[in-house]
Nanobody, 124 residues
Framework: QLQLVESGGGLVQPGGSLSLSCAGS????????IGWFRQAPGKEGEFVAT????????KYADSMKGRATISRDNGKNTVYLQMNSLKLEDTAAYYC?????????????????WGQGTQVTVSS
């Protein structure tokens, strides 16, 4: 069974950067597309970015284009999300998720396994 663990969250000032990691265990991440989603208090979850199993294709939410880069190292069984120029509205719990089949999805229901999340707080 695939298990995902996020790390790298924290407190950052507006305009700052953070790099999140999603580490897989139990099964190899190379079999999965991996997506990042986030949820702020009182708001619905939203898609952030996703990457194909081999890293050849990526997709980003409009709100993150130009500010985020998703990448992966299948040898380390890890997917990364680099976020720059962070804004107050980026404050949320960030989750990574694994999609086992089908075309790259930007909707949560397309994903089978989820991590527990890591908190990102953007505040001055």
């Amino acid at each position: 069974q695939l298990q995902l663990v996020e790390s790298g969250g924290g407190l950052v000032q507006p305009g700052g950067s953070l790099s999140l990691s999603c580490a897989g265990s139990g099964l190899a991440l190379r079999h999965y597309h991996i997506g990042w989603f986030r949820q702020a208090p009182g708001k619905e979850g939203e898609f952030v970015a996703t990457i194909t199993w081999n890293g050849d294709n990526t997709k980003y939410a409009d709100s993150m284009k130009g500010r985020a880069t998703i990448s992966r190292d299948n040898g380390k069984n890890t997917v990364y999300l680099q976020m720059n120029s962070l804004k107050l509205e980026d404050t949320a719990a960030y989750y990574c998720a694994a999609q086992s089949r089908g075309p790259l999805s930007s909707t949560a229901r397309g994903y089978d396994s989820w991590g527990q999340g890591t908190q990102v707080t953007v505040s001055s």
